[in-house]
């Protein structure tokens, strides 16, 4: 329990901005009213002038999770999934869009060249898969 004359740190009057922003987004403050508060909270030094910028508003409900936030309950002979198997899946998939991209460039100048030119895509394929295989194997099981 912290005292109104208690000096408040930043992420004190960062929670305070918040709920004065959620109270603006609610209806609650005006634009004005909204812009005065987050001055002064932002000069606010003591637990005091932070109450003092919310107490006329009502206390915020106990927020709900969002909708897809709750964590992954594997099914039955499903196995877990890591919030890294999303980033490692789209780093594959953008790798193989650069590639075939570069392929497709590199297949429409050889058929105009009438001849196979070098394959210089795979500068852009070797070392960029290379490392994704190198992170993808090395991965903690």
Not at 46 to 60: C, N, S, W
Not at 124 to 131: E, I
Request: net charge neutral; glycine share 8%.
């Amino acid at each position: 329990m912290s005292l109104p004359e208690q000096r408040a740190g930043d992420g004190d009057r960062d929670r305070v901005a918040a709920r004065l922003r959620d109270a603006h987004a609610e209806g609650r403050l005006d634009l004005d009213e909204l812009t005065e508060r987050l001055d002064a909270t932002y000069r606010a030094k003591t637990y005091g002038e932070l109450d003092a910028l919310t107490t006329d508003l009502p206390t915020p409900a106990p927020r709900s999770r969002p909708p897809g936030s709750e964590p992954a309950v594997p099914t039955s002979g499903s196995a877990p999934t890591r919030s890294g198997d999303k980033g490692l899946r789209a780093a594959w998939t953008a790798w193989a869009v650069a590639v075939s991209v570069n392929v497709v460039i590199w297949a429409m100048v050889s058929f105009s060249a009438g001849e196979a030119i070098y394959f210089w895509p795979m500068w852009v394929a070797g070392p960029w898969g290379a490392v994704l295989l190198v992170t993808t194997l090395s991965r903690p099981r």
